[in-house]
């Protein structure tokens, strides 16, 4: 009944979200902690009083647009609106990838470009970062894939990559796509926005899931030449925001001053996590973003992941041989971070002592 390709791949797993009701600590999808600008509910309510839903939505998202246009000094021409930036990393690899086609990206990064790519059937080619997370520069300039993607801050590393070294790329790929996934940018000290218009070859992704918490709306923002938009606008859904959303997003970036103020505090919040992580034995890169990469090299942190869930706290591990030996924390409200502490100190503990008697007698404690 189905492609050959689309039989073979695995989906994409996205992070567990809790059921109505239930009350569980939620540090696993690097949500905002902090509520949206008020403002935003009552945009929600006008845009659903009268009977005007029962008309389609603006199929370029007009009020959204302009209002990222005026709040950013970006033409209208260069900005397109999605269903959550996931929406336009989908439209981008639909417009840029048949089969056969290359993308490049480092590992370890978002997972859902390889799942994109598989439904496009592309061919891979994945380059991993250095002992810092450092860009794999030369390889992803010299692979020339058809599409380059590098997300900046990284998930799940936190890093982030210099704009001077994406500028660098982005010239070295000489009218190849450079797609920068900027999901975490509003945390971090710099951005690549000023890349995009100088190079027309580079697109830059934006959300306001995370530093605008407004991951529940699902909005997303993408920037680049107008010749690079009206080649999305051909592979977009028609009504691809709902006139609520549209509504949310367009006052919510007005009200930009109330998420810098969140970020804030998700930002102090993040330099006293890390430091406590690191006091516990963790390695944990400078984290441009609303969450920390904690690690334990040779450690696998599954069973330490159980222990939190079965304490109410869900955080994110990856079972892959690069990442096994890590958690990624979502930055909480200090409350939310003092309980996840409180819990994940007898659990390192438990799973230090583990780990040594396990390599002593060399037998499979944990299974
Ligand atoms: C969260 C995230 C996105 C997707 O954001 P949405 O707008 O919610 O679809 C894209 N890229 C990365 C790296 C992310 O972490």
Request: charge should be positive; glycine fraction near 6%.
């Amino acid at each position: 009944m189905f492609r050959k390709s689309i039989k073979k791949m695995a989906a994409y797993r996205p992070g567990e979200q809790p059921r109505p009701g239930q009350r569980l600590i939620k540090l696993n999808t690097n949500e905002n902690p902090y509520p949206p600008s008020p403002r935003v509910r009552r945009a929600v309510a006008k845009a659903m009083a009268g009977s005007t839903i029962r008309l389609y939505p603006a199929p370029r998202a007009d009020e959204f647009v302009a209002s990222a246009s005026r709040v950013y000094s970006i033409p209208q021409s260069m900005i397109i609106a999605g269903n959550g930036s996931d929406e336009l990393l989908a439209m981008v690899f639909r417009a840029t990838l048949g089969s056969g086609d290359t993308v490049a990206y480092p590992i370890p990064t978002y997972s859902l470009y390889d799942t994109l790519a598989l439904v496009q059937e592309a061919r891979i080619l994945q380059f991993p970062v250095g002992a810092d997370f450092e860009l794999p520069l030369d390889g992803l300039a010299q692979a020339r894939a058809n599409l380059t993607i590098v997300c900046s801050p990284n998930s799940p590393s936190g890093t982030s990559t210099p704009t001077r070294s994406l500028g660098a790329l982005a010239k070295r790929l000489e009218g190849r796509l450079l797609v920068i996934d900027e999901a975490y940018a509003d945390f971090a000290d710099e951005n690549a926005l000023g890349l995009m218009r100088r190079y027309r070859n580079v697109v830059v992704l934006r959300t306001l899931s995370k530093s605008y918490s407004l991951a529940g709306m699902r909005l997303g923002l993408c920037f680049a030449h107008p010749a690079v938009i009206d080649a999305l606008l051909k592979v977009k859904d028609s009504y691809n925001l709902s006139r609520v959303a549209l509504a949310a997003g367009a006052e919510a970036i007005r009200d930009s001053g109330w998420m810098r103020r969140n970020v804030a505090k998700v930002i102090r919040t993040r330099a006293l996590s890390e430091a406590r992580l690191r006091k516990l034995g963790f390695l944990v890169p400078p984290s441009q973003a609303n969450f920390v990469l904690a690690r334990m090299p040779g450690r696998d942190l599954a069973p330490v992941t159980r222990g939190l869930r079965r304490a109410g706290i869900l955080v994110r591990h990856f079972a892959t041989p690069l990442l096994q030996d890590a958690i990624r924390i979502s930055i909480g409200t200090p409350a939310e971070m003092a309980a996840l502490f409180k819990a994940l100190k007898p659990l390192v503990r438990a799973s230090q002592s583990k780990s040594k008697s396990k390599s002593k007698s060399k037998r499979r404690i944990d299974t």
